[in-house]
């Protein structure tokens, strides 16, 4: 048997509960789970502010694993065409079933707004499988985008970014970053922190991070940040005048929005000079409504606002190879504050929840090695 | 003496004044002003609704003219480096000044938001000379962009479009548009008919126009819009049902707002389809703010917003092209409503603010040739 | 009995051959084929120039039918996400099988270079059914991206642009035209044209073609060229000569080849300006070498260079609402030279490769309403 | 009295010569130099290499100094708008006089292409003033771009970048490397060390460097590169199966030509892969032809090349800021081989051109402080 965390609705205490293990189908993958992270949607989550989820749901949506086994047939192949191997550690693209058909796939040239996409461990009931990697073992669906780690290349750094990494990839890849750009980021959360190395890894001449709290200031401060300003002590306009102070008075050439806070995104317009870029990457739930100048805030600044709405397989690929290739100029583990096991599932999403951590991983082999799943 | 109308202060009645001709710097012009169009910023200049503004001024910032005068020295060139001569028919970038050396010119290259930028008509006072369109003759300082028209291209044809068409080309050009997109115009004033032009001339699949009043949707609909919506009579969510009917329930791709009504950003934001793309070039006065959900209506549309301010020589140049070349498709001079004489210059105003007219002109010779100006 | 065309191998001669209807599986259609072109791959495939075909073919990749029946199940759906009909006139992608999986379909964003794709008429083998459209039905396979022709837009409007619609498109799509500039077109066969009719709608100040014979030049000047200069007559340095005259000493803005000859690429850099875009897409076989002056041609001049290979269903989709928008202006079906009967397929190859013809397309109804074919 | 090397003709030796303090114009500069490069530019105009070249010229074009004196009235402006100061270190754009009215400034939006356009020791004559970097002092005429290097950047670290930063971070922009992406650059001089730093500043997941001699390559591995190829040990075909090898058969993503060689073009393009971007900035001059198949090199692979001529005021600017802002990660000062007094600057050419250094400086104060240039 299989264990797994399985959050049964909005609200009620998350459950362990044993699965069998699956009958995997030709281009199947069942994946050893060595960790899988504990995010911000993973409160959302609980708290049921997202729509359209098909509760029970074992959540965990970026996890990496060691291949335990194939289904019947040729090995599935990773995303640069190579066949996958039993033992190879892996991630995957959380998100299944992009349809490359329909319109979004194919004429608009926007896969992340494909209708039939679905998400593990979000979109994906465990009335259904294995679909979450908050288990000892995650079901892999034929054509799931499958990423090895390369070797040397540690899976807790990987997960220290967790979905942060590929979210900011694609921000900050939005942003179109010059050579020596100011870069403003705000929030300091995974997302935020991850945008605010990746601006680096652009050339950025100056980086900003505009959050809270302290814990995670430290953390933009240890990963590169030029500037810190905290908004639990600095006022929006206390913000914008040191913001300005540093950029001749014109404000940020980018900025990366990751609050979740509407009220960020009319001050994040403010905060970036005019013609800038402004992406808005952190308001995934509906959390209300901001009020904006169009005149001042938008057209007479000649500012571009792009709004960055999930990831694809090459987010995450990308992913993988800029965190390995300078995995010794940022230390990636030292994001992680704490590794829960199954059974702490619940007090990891607490400790999310209050900001008590920078990231959070649930590694169901804690206490031990992962028993071999039995044969149902 | 040459007559130029006078506005010399807001609110206060035009006036018609007796200036004395400019002495000719090296590299100036002295232009018999043919027509000048009247357009909404005079009305904005007329009510006091921007900033900045030297009154007293001659108002008329995009102008034709036939070259009467140079300055001592070689005769400036036009934008295509060809000398000019006296006689030639031509118009020229409102926009005198911009100093290619500041940040914005040299770094940021958005030369629309360069410090240094003084506006023929606008920001240009008649204390200090011959600068506006409203007048017998127009001094163009050296530095100028001059654009001649080419043989065959009537300059009624030119002022059809007049400064909306410049501004409307930025935007469009902003706007991306692929073969066989919807376009959706959001506004039915000149920026707005010149928009719903060029997005037939990227060769969008259709173009649906929202605005009013009639006078203007008639002109759309003569102009090739496939689809007019009247603001008058359907309510918001009826304006988005219909975009939705004809655009597979997806909305449209490309968005081009030219209201100056700020409730109109974020319907426009509405009308766009997941993932494409709104320009905003209508809100060129405050005229206060506009609510939205950031959710909703960006981060997850993955919506790209882009604010459109000014133009530069290029626009310019590429709209007499433009026109030029698709004279015989669209015919740009019906979009002439009245043209009026110097003395008629606030009834103009008082019929492009009523919306009684498509476009407007200022025409000093109406009543006759203008006189040669005598010297000082 | 279903009769088609098939090309047994390189050089011999091309026969009729009689099929038997074909099981459709689910997701399948089977197409009553309206009209299908002729075009210069299938002289290349008829003289052996392509790699990797799997003779015995039936020619014919770009093809408009009538549906005349589905595989059990759910009826495919459009590209536009509209379940499918019995009776609908449609075309379709003739690319099938992209993967959507591998490296370049996921990471390099370049599906045309994924190397699971086939192609009906071309890389899809006569021994295994009817894939191409020189018959009387296609076998559509699921999966096949389809588009319908919109209500009043004639199939052969659409044929008469034929391979070379979306072809163009994609290679006018990426010479990124801005509103005004000067494009010039090498070759004029039917990518040329429709690259210099596609060129008017992006807004093109004027379209140049350059090319040959008569019968095609006029063509050029039928659909719009503003200038048209004969290789047979002209020799180079007049063809360069002819164009700077008309473009400022510059060159053209944006030049598009389209004419298959290896010497026509370094001459389209010298007849492009500096800083010009440059798109290759004429160069579908290999007829060898050219010769270039990296220093003169390239690196001083600023010039961008861009291959174009193939489409995607997103340029098929776009040529058809392009052609239907803009039919009334651009009368498409005056570009079929001639039609042809499936028994009349060899002289359609002689006549193309003669360069007698501007459009061929093959109508098997030709004499009359193919029959309704027979169960197996 | 100035001491400065003249080079008075190609081929003749250098002389030093005694040249008056100029008067200074408003808005002039004199920047007392304290060093200036010695580039491949400079072998090429000893050699006469180079067209339109004034003999005698003062070579050195990119150079730092101290603000030594003003012209009359306000004192000139920096690149940031910032009021500049005697006793400044600053640098500044080599080229002057980029006229901001040409087709090319205001409607190609190249202003790399502008006619009007000089270069201090390139195109401006020793006859006409102090128009070099190899000389005690360098006379800024007026509207010459200048750019302060920021507190605590040492001169000798922007110096060992060079003309070869701004240029590498022009080819680099232009080569719009997507994070992961492998990046190869062909030649090690300092345009393709600086690329190579550069492509990890833009997230690259491997760089691999081509070139020689061993110098150089030392030089690519203590500055990043993952992989060096020596083209004095391997084949090209050896190059290209290495290359193929680390990037899953399929070659680099953007290659990034810097060698001078024509033969290196195509040899580059056959090293990228399909649909990958090729950027062309080493063919400085006309140094022959060079052959490749359109069909094979271009237009089947999809390939964007893009040849790379010039820096503006914006690229100096992000070279100084990214310079700074990444100096404790890249040791600059490292890459300079050798300084030069003025009297050596014979010796230095030579070095150069043999490749036996791999960045040289002419630094005029070598032997003492130069002395404070005494009235005319």
Redesign the interface.
Same mark, same amino acid.
């Given at each position: 048997m299989i264990n797994a965390v399985v959050m049964p609705n909005p609200g009620a205490p998350l459950e362990t509960r044993a699965f069998d293990r699956p009958a995997l189908e030709p281009g199947a993958i069942l994946l050893r789970t060595l960790g899988s992270e504990v995010c911000g949607t993973d409160g959302h989550l609980w708290k049921g502010q997202l729509a359209g989820v098909p509760y029970p749901i074992i959540p965990g949506h970026v996890s990496v694993g060691e291949i335990a086994a194939f289904g019947p047939g040729e090995p599935p192949?990773d995303?640069?065409?190579?066949p996958l191997r039993v033992g190879q550690t892996v991630t995957f693209l959380d998100v299944y079933g992009?349809c490359?058909?329909?319109?979004?796939?194919?004429?608009? /040239?926007?896969s992340? &707004?494909c209708p039939y996409r679905k998400v593990y461990g979000v979109t994906m009931s465990a009335d259904d499988g294995l679909y979450g990697g908050w288990a000892e073992y995650i079901h892999l669906r034929p054509?799931v985008?499958v990423v090895p780690l390369p070797d040397g290349f540690a899976w807790r750094a990987f997960l220290a970014g967790g979905c942060g990494m590929p979210t900011a990839?694609h921000a900050?890849?939005l942003g179109e970053i010059?050579?020596?750009d100011t870069v403003l980021v705000q929030g300091a959360g995974p997302v935020g922190l991850c945008a605010a190395v990746?601006a #680096?890894? &652009?050339?950025?001449?100056?980086v900003i991070v505009v959050g809270g709290p302290d814990v995670r200031l430290a953390a933009a401060r240890r990963f590169g940040a %030029?500037l810190v300003l905290d908004i639990a002590t600095l006022a929006e306009s206390e913000r914008l005048q040191a913001v300005r102070e540093v950029t001749?008075g014109?404000g940020a %050439?980018v900025t990366i929005e990751a609050t979740g806070v !509407?009220s960020a995104?009319p001050e994040g317009m403010r905060l970036t000079?005019? $013609?800038g870029r402004y992406v +808005?990457?952190? #308001?995934?739930?509906?959390?209300?409504?901001?009020?904006?100048? !169009?005149?001042?805030d938008?057209? /007479? /600044?000649?500012? %571009? +606002?792009?709004?960055?709405?999930?990831s %694809? $397989?090459?987010h995450v690929?990308?992913?993988?190879? +800029?965190m $390995? &290739?300078?995995a010794a #100029?940022f230390p990636w583990t030292e994001l992680i504050s704490r590794e829960y096991g199954l059974d702490e599932a619940q007090r990891a999403l607490a400790d999310v929840a209050a900001q008590r951590v920078v990231k959070a991983l649930i590694v169901p082999a804690r206490d031990g090695t992962a028993p071999a799943p039995s044969a149902a």
């Open positions: 192949r995303v640069d065409g190579a992009t490359g058909r329909c319109w979004y796939c194919t004429v608009g /040239k926007a992340t &707004r054509g985008h990839l900050v890849s010059a050579f020596g990746l #680096q890894l &652009r050339g950025a001449g100056q %030029d001749g014109r %050439d !509407p995104v000079r005019d $013609a +808005v990457v952190g #308001q995934y739930t509906d959390a209300g409504t901001a009020t904006f100048n !169009p005149h001042l938008l057209n /007479k /600044k000649h500012l %571009d +606002v792009r709004g960055c709405w999930g %694809d $397989a090459g690929y990308r992913s993988v190879r +800029v $390995a &290739r300078y #100029q």
